[in-house]
């Protein structure tokens, strides 16, 4: 299978050089060439273990890479799970059921994909025999799976981009105490904007990329998204024929990779009923989603900080579909944003199976309250978002994104008390390890040609 950019100025790859890319060399986000009908295999499906399903679902997209090497890599990465089904279901009323999705090492659903995706990332060094410097931008989760899933690793230097100051102390403690000489936690001062948008900008000087052996970590990268998309198929086979045919995904989103991996199924055969973007403050996909106006204004630090993003590196991809896959469009809107920071669908571009809703920090409180009240359970505040406007006239999956010991002050402010988690517990014992840059590319791209490979 190929892959083509979204901005279509650049010839289509395989996919080890796709996710060795990242970003594609037009500045664009790559996409299989041609989708695959999923739904003559998914009865074959239904009784699959987490990893087997993951490993046969990849083996379609990934075929330069040996089915057994996809299944052993699938294996190992889900080995850490601290939950036997590693996605499981969690019924909280008739109607409502919660996906939980951190059960891996750093208590975030960005461990399913990077897991996997550090673990291919050493076998394509071991192949190549070429050490990679992988670099990625965060507003919380992504740094520290991203982290995790190349800990230790001789073949790769991991550097991460986050806003200082506006990540939660837990979440900086998972990415700046590790004690591993291959990682490198960078605080940049600003916003999580601004670190994408200079992480965009390295990536755009190909020349500097290919010497250094750039990779990407981000949602940017395609085998983020694939991977991704593997907990949304795994949920819905494991529902009732009734539910399967009106159950709602309800995601909180900030880059909108987390969504667009489920909306992405969709286009594949699998019948899904609908998604549900559940935003904080920072509210730029839902004043789309219900307004049809996407513009772009200042980040407001907030409870779920890793939901505080206004410009969604995949809503391109989403775009890409909506306008009948038309490179020349999508080339048109990105221009624009970048120029205007305004985006207002043309006729014809529709986004269909996808509502939203907001929350603002007020409301967070009062959700994660009323989730422990009425359910039993503690969520998190970006989860909580996905509470928001919950109604009962169809079945709800909503997708629990981050594990609530993670955000302590938060939950104590709504529930009284703390919820705490050994693996977090430790960090707290360690030194903390950050350089501070300014959020430049060429600060990054000094900071890589000295520490990397």
């Not at 993951?54 to 997209?61: G, R, W, Y």
């Not at 996605?87 to 951190?102: D, G, H, M, N, Y």
């Not at 200079?198 to 983020?224: C, M, P, Q, Y």
């Amino acid at each position: 299978m190929k892959y083509l950019s979204t901005r279509g100025q650049c010839e289509p790859v395989g996919f080890n050089e796709a996710v060795a890319l990242g970003l594609a060399p037009d500045g664009g986000l790559f996409l299989p060439q041609a989708l695959p009908d999923l739904s003559g295999r998914l009865a074959a499906w239904e009784k699959l273990p987490y990893p087997a399903l993951c490993a046969e679902f990849l083996k379609i997209f990934a075929t330069d890479v040996p089915p057994a090497v996809l299944e052993r890599l699938a294996i190992e990465s889900y080995a850490g799970f601290a939950h036997a089904d590693i996605a499981p279901l969690r019924r909280l009323s008739p109607r409502v059921q919660l996906l939980e999705l951190f059960h891996g090492p750093t208590l975030a659903f960005k461990d399913f994909a990077l897991q996997f995706l550090g673990r291919l990332y050493g076998w394509q060094s071991a192949q190549s025999g070429r050490r990679l410097n992988v670099l990625g931008a965060t507003s919380g989760d992504t740094g520290a799976a991203a982290i995790h899933g190349l800990l230790g690793q001789a073949s790769a230097n991991v550097f991460i981009l986050y806003p200082e100051g506006r990540v939660s102390p837990l979440q900086e403690r998972q990415m700046t105490c590790t004690g591993a000489a291959n990682v490198h936690a960078i605080a940049i001062d600003g916003s999580f904007d601004d670190a994408q948008r200079a992480l965009k900008e390295v990536f755009g000087d190909t020349a500097f990329a290919r010497r250094h052996n750039l990779s990407a970590v981000n949602s940017i990268n395609l085998a983020r998204i694939l991977a991704q998309s593997v907990y949304y198929l795994h949920a819905w086979l494991r529902l009732s024929p009734a539910e399967r045919a009106e159950a709602e995904f309800v995601v909180p989103t900030g880059n909108f990779g987390n969504v667009f991996s489920g909306w992405l199924l969709t286009r594949m055969g699998v019948p899904i009923a609908g998604f549900r973007v559940a935003t904080n403050r920072n509210d730029i996909l839902h004043r789309f989603f219900s307004a049809g106006e996407y513009e772009v204004r200042a980040v407001r630090p907030s409870l779920a900080p890793s939901m505080d993003i206004q410009v969604a590196s995949n809503f391109e991809r989403l775009l890409y579909y909506a306008s009948g896959e038309k490179p020349a469009r999508v080339r048109e809107v990105m221009a624009q944003l970048a120029g205007e920071g305004v985006y207002r669908p043309a006729s014809g571009e529709l986004f269909p199976g996808i509502r939203s809703s907001r929350a603002d920090d007020a409301e967070i409180t009062t959700l994660i309250r009323e989730v422990h009240t009425r359910y039993g359970c503690v969520v998190d505040p970006h989860t909580a978002c996905a509470f928001k406007d919950l109604v009962s006239d169809r079945p709800g999956i909503v997708l629990s994104t981050a594990h609530p010991a993670k955000f302590p002050e938060a939950i104590r402010a709504a529930i009284g008390h703390e919820i705490t988690h050994p693996a977090l517990e430790t960090l707290k014992e360690r030194p903390v390890v950050k350089q501070r840059l300014p959020a430049t590319s060429s600060a990054i791209r000094d900071y890589i040609s000295r520490h990397g490979a």
